[in-house]
């Protein structure tokens, strides 16, 4: 990685009195790649920021990893087909309870 290269450069000045200061960094210091700047855009108007849903499953950790590492899977993917499964299993009461009102957002 490049470092800034800073100089202090001595001068004197009308006077006869020595003054310093700094020249520019001789190599760009920036960490940010080139191609992840020319990538960003502004956010489009009227459309909204994609939202996550955040489940408390830390006390399962290690069980997750350790089980989607044995099915060659991420924890993600694991989780997904868990509840794909148990969505194909109460299918029907799923859709018996989209018609209750009270069960809605």
Known sequence: MAK?????LTALDNSGSKT???AEPTEKASNVSPNSIANLRPRKKGIPPKKYMQLDIIQFDDYLHRIAKYKRMTRTKYILSLIKQDYETHKEEY????NLSEFDR
């Open 4 to 8: 800034k290269n800073m100089l202090n």
């Open 20 to 22: 310093v200061k700094a």
């Open 95 to 98: 859709e018996m309870l989209k």
